[in-house]
C-alpha cells in the first residue's frame, strides 16, 4: 500500500477504535454493538479493493484485539475484520465510484451478518461460549440493524476521503513513480493546456517567422532588379 493510504487508513481506524470503546459500547443497547470498525474497514476496502480492504482489515482488527478493555484472544477479530475487508473489496468499481446506495447496504447488511457469524465460530474453536448466552438470532438480528442504521453516516464519508487521498497529484508525486508525467499532468491540469501543444505551437511560430523572412528576401530582390 501506499503512503498515502497506510496514513489515512491508521488515522481512519483509531479514531474509530476510540469512539467504539469510549462512545459505542457505552451505549448499553440490547444486542449487539454498533461496530464502527466493521463500517470503516468497508469504506476502505470499497475504494483500496480486495487486497487493501484485506491489510487494512487485519490492521484494525489486530489494533481491536489489543486495545483495552478487549477480554478475548488477540488475532480473533483481526482474521473476522481481515476475511471481510477482502470480500468486501470485491465490489469495487473500476473508477472506484459506486453508481447506487443499494450495493453498499446490502455488503454492510451482509457484513455485520457475516462477522458476527464468523467472530463466534472462531470463539467456539477457542472455547467462548459467551454468544450462546446472549443469543445468536438477537446478535444477528441487531447488528445487522445498528449498522444498517450508522452506514450512511459512516461509509460514504469514509469513501470520499478515501478517493480524494487516492487521487491527490502532489502526494503520488512524492511517493515515486512517475513523477515528470505527474508533474506535468498536474501543470497541465492547472492551465488547460498542454505541453506537447505548447511546444508544437512554438515550432509553428518559428516556421511562420521562417516563411515571412523568405517571401520578404524575395521581394527585396524583386525591387533591386
Not at 9 to 23: F, G, H, N, P, R
Not at 103 to 129: E, N, Q, R, W
Request: aromatic share 4%.
Amino acid at each position: 500500500m501506499r503512503v498515502n493510504r497506510i496514513l489515512l487508513s491508521s488515522a481512519l481506524v483509531v479514531v474509530a477504535l476510540v469512539i467504539q470503546v469510549s462512545v459505542l459500547a457505552r451505549l448499553h443497547l440490547p444486542g449487539a454493538v454498533p461496530d464502527l470498525m466493521l463500517l470503516t474497514v468497508l469504506g476502505l476496502a470499497m475504494v483500496y479493493g480486495h487486497v487493501g480492504g484485506a491489510l487494512v482489515g487485519f490492521g484494525a482488527g489486530l489494533l481491536a484485539d489489543l486495545a483495552p478493555p478487549a477480554d478475548h484472544a488477540a488475532g480473533r477479530y483481526a482474521l473476522v475484520l481481515c476475511v471481510v475487508g477482502y470480500f468486501a473489496g470485491l465490489i469495487k468499481p473500476e473508477n472506484g465510484r459506486l453508481k447506487s446506495a443499494t450495493g453498499p447496504m446490502l455488503v454492510v447488511v451482509a457484513a455485520a451478518i457475516g462477522s458476527t457469524l464468523l467472530y463466534a465460530g472462531v470463539g467456539a474453536l477457542v472455547g467462548d461460549t459467551a454468544a450462546r448466552h446472549v443469543g445468536m438470532t438477537s446478535l444477528l438480528i441487531t447488528a445487522a440493524l445498528y449498522d444498517l442504521l450508522l452506514a450512511p453516516f459512516v461509509v460514504p464519508g469514509v469513501m470520499a476521503l478515501a478517493r480524494r487521498a487516492d487521487n491527490d497529484p502532489l502526494t503520488e508525486a512524492n511517493s515515486g513513480g512517475k513523477a515528470g508525467d505527474i508533474s506535468s499532468g498536474w501543470i497541465s491540469s492547472g492551465t488547460g493546456m498542454r505541453i506537447g501543444g505548447q511546444r508544437s505551437g512554438l515550432g509553428a511560430l518559428k516556421a511562420r517567422a521562417r516563411t515571412r523572412n523568405v517571401r520578404v528576401g524575395r521581394i527585396k530582390g524583386v525591387k533591386r532588379l
